[in-house]
């Protein structure tokens, strides 16, 4: 599997309006898409890997379907959800083709896997976009998603920082519960989070959890705890806030009366309620906004022909990939008010449920 690797670019990039689809001179004109050619409405293509991760369903479809119209009211959409599942996403993605799709954007559920997919599109002319996980093994038209080592540091920076504060870094051991070894991200991730935590603190069980399930997730951390014992783990470093869920059941299952610091990622509703109530200690929180609007404005842009430029490029083992990299944001309970809540994500009625509503007032949220 191919990590990655990066080329540095300016903050500027968080400023998307720049490469839209809509401004006359900022783009290179290409061939007439298939759509013009034939009159019919332009068709643009979502793929997303599953829906356990709450993200997916609540966030980036509605977010890239409302750009996409916004942008193309006559636009057509043709969305499908794989359920982690490797072979329906191929048969999603056949059948979108068969259908004229004028643009993939593909988030994939083995992105090692998916090659031959985007070499069916290739020879059909239809561009694609590497949407949130890097595919590796083929030249295509652009990535957008996160800086993934970024997001892995800042977790690492984070559990390292809350296990010196409680004076047990030293004390114990931590668990690392990684995501889906079929996602590249998450050996990004892991990267990322090793580059912090190596040589300061003692592993004492890792794991890479197919699906990012929550479920499995639970079974590893309950092994951990058998394994290691209740009263040596001191940390968990999870890569999401699904799996992070998952541990905290085992760990309350356990009988944890206090639990030690965990990580995550995605701002999920119930992970920011578990942080302001402390049983989380913090997450990552990535813009799915800019991430989903972006991609709908370059999907737009390459069903008009047109191909604006990328602010940076990522190396997938077999090409520079033009790429829109975000900034991750790490969260804790006293930034809650100042991203998540400040940015709209959830609105505070979401957030302060009858359980939650003492510790939001403790952090300023009312």
Known sequence: MHRGVMVPVAAAMLLLAGCGSGGAGTTASAQPSQAEQSGQAKKIALFLPESKTTRYEAFDRPLFEAKVKALCATCEILYSNADQDAAKQQQQVEAAITQGANVLVLDAVDAAAVAPLVHQAKQKQIPVIAYDRLISGID???????NNVRVGEMQGQALLDALNANGTAAKGEIVMIHGSPTDP??????????????????????????????????QQMEQAITALGRDKIVGVLSANDGMAGG?????????????????????????????????????IYLNIRAEAEKSAELAVALANGETPQAPAKVNNGTADIPAFLLDPIPVTADKVKDTIVQDKFYTVEQICTAEVKAACAKNGIQ
Do not use: C, N
């Open 185 to 218: 991200s998450s050996a990004d991730y892991k990267k990322g989070a090793k580059s912090v935590l190596d040589g300061k603190v003692k592993v004492g069980r890792e794991f890479d959890t197919p699906d990012w399930s929550p479920d499995k997730a639970q």
């Open 247 to 283: 541990a905290i059941a085992a760990m309350r299952r356990a009988g944890y009366a206090t639990l030690p610091p965990i990580t995550g990622q995605d701002a999920e509703l119930a992970a920011i309620q578990r942080i302001l109530t402390g049983e989380q200690h913090m997450t």
């Open 140 to 146: 295509y038209a652009y990535y957008v998603s996160f």
